[in-house]
């Protein structure tokens, strides 16, 4: 199934231009979901140097959560730059630092990521080389993964089970969701589910894990209670009509849970789509984020205060607590909460499909690249690019280098040149003059 996300980035590309008024650069993962440093490619290529380095860089991380320290580690290689090769050469060579790996005339570049109340962020801000710009980036992927969920028929099943639990991945942020399982079995919920998951992933079993947080380790033989599912890695990407007919409520197991960041994706954007009720495993807060784009909770209906539980095994607790309230409901007591979710199902769903939630998230992706674009015109910083090419060109090997015709994406002395032109005549040519 492909999974067409370049359509988001042509999207934000354009966005971008609007605003900046001039080209930019957007770098993204592909293939999709991979977060091998190596896979950060252009969208488009610039056909010249120059273009390189006069156009702002948006580095995309606005699918998976940041990981600071992981990039500090897991640098880029230009195994097949010939000017690389020099620099090294010369020990002049300035390691990469982190996902910022083409340096170019701003001082800063951008990060797009999806992510609040981070560390992360506060990491790339402290190092002064990007400025983090904030979006919902699943929630504009779910209302394209997710279009034809309003046209579809959700009418539920006589018999159904309470609920729908979607557990495919349980390796990194992802390993409280063995955990899980685990405890839907020790708190005899697990007849009450539709749920799979998998004995093993990534090729070692879950006996076999390395889990950086030993509480999440399974007491049970999962094995022997749960079906192994054969969902694919885009399983997230899609539903299951007959998923939601057979259930009543989905149990949304995030990506973040063990954790303080708020990072949401398509997967709590899911049960709103298909107009299911849900219960949110993921760090606390996570419901007042949907809240603040317009949503509503279920705090009428069954207790909500999980979410403001920060310990996450308490918070995990919290869940399986109101898993046992919900089976425990009268049939009078059913019947009214259905009742009561249906209203609110029905203001999610439509909400979800319309032009002002969208908006909202395009508006707040605007707003964001605004300040930042505005951030880098008060202060491109070219001083700094000057001053590292000056010094580069006291070698005769680097004044060489630029001399010879190279390909077009390798400097040369007239491009050089040029740059130097338009670093004069950028924005305020009188006031940038002065800073270099």
Sequence with gaps: MPIP???????????AIEIYGSIVTIYRFFPYGSKNIQDLHALKKCNTWFELMISPIIWCNDQEPLSHEFYKQHTFTWEKSELI???????????VKNLNFVRNIFKKNLLLHSEKRSQNVEKYLAEGELIPVYYWSHALIAGDWFRYARHENFLKHTNTK???IYNRAWTGTREYRLKFSDLLIEHGLLDQCLTFYNHVQEGI????????????KPQHALEKHFQSTTAHSYASADFCVEDYRATEIEIVLETLFDDDRLHLTEKSLRPIACGQPFLLAATHGSLQYLRDYGFQTFDTVWDESYDTVQDPYDRMQAILKVMHDITAWTDSQRQKNIKSMAVIVAHNQK??????????????????????FKEIKLDPGFNKWIDLWEYRLQHAEIQGFLATAQNGRYPTRKEYEKILGYIEQYADPVANRNKI
């Design 5 to 15: 996300l370049d359509r988001l980035y042509h999207f934000i590309e354009s966005v």
């Design 85 to 95: 090769k020099l620099y090294k050469s010369l020990d002049i060579y300035v390691p």
């Design 162 to 164: 309470k609920f729908l």
């Design 205 to 216: 079993h879950y006996n076999d894990y390395t889990f950086h947080n030993p509480k999440w």
């Design 351 to 372: 909400h979800f499909f319309s032009d002002l939630f969208f908006d909202s998230v395009v508006n707040e992706l605007r707003e964001n690249l605004t300040k930042a």
